[in-house]
């Protein structure tokens, strides 16, 4: 088993910035079991989608949405992921999920961190 806790989410004026952590935990043997860690967001009335991943050898993938305005890093030795969130857009409002996926194909979910981009 694996526990993701989240932080870092608010309320943030247009163009302005957050950083969210995602702090991961549980036995050794689950941590080292990690493959990827990434961020998906939830907006109302929409599905769930993927932001950005992170793999453990530092391979990241992006949404087009927010490529160049988000960056997605990994400190391995505190099991945490993090979402630096740059330029932010009303649009890049929702509730954002940390997940991690184990090379035995599990996948775990944060409760979600909010995050409002309003004026």
């Known amino acids: 088993q694996v526990q993701l806790v989240e932080s870092g989410g608010g309320l943030v004026q247009p163009g302005g910035s957050l950083r969210l952590s995602c702090e991961a935990s549980g036995s050794i043997r689950s941590i080292l079991s990690i493959y990827t860690m990434g961020w998906y967001r939830q907006a109302p009335g929409k599905q769930r989608e993927l932001v950005a991943t992170?793999?453990?050898?530092?391979?990241?993938n992006y949404a087009d949405s927010v490529k160049g305005r988000y960056t997605i890093s990994r400190d391995s030795a505190k099991n945490t992921v993090y979402l630096q969130m740059n330029n932010l857009k009303p649009d890049d409002t929702a509730v954002y999920y940390c997940?991690?996926?184990?090379?035995?194909?599990?996948?775990?979910w944060g409760q979600g961190t909010q995050v409002t981009v309003s004026s």
């Open positions: 992170i793999t453990s050898g530092g391979t990241t």
């Open positions: 997940n991690v996926n184990t090379y035995s194909h599990l996948s775990y």
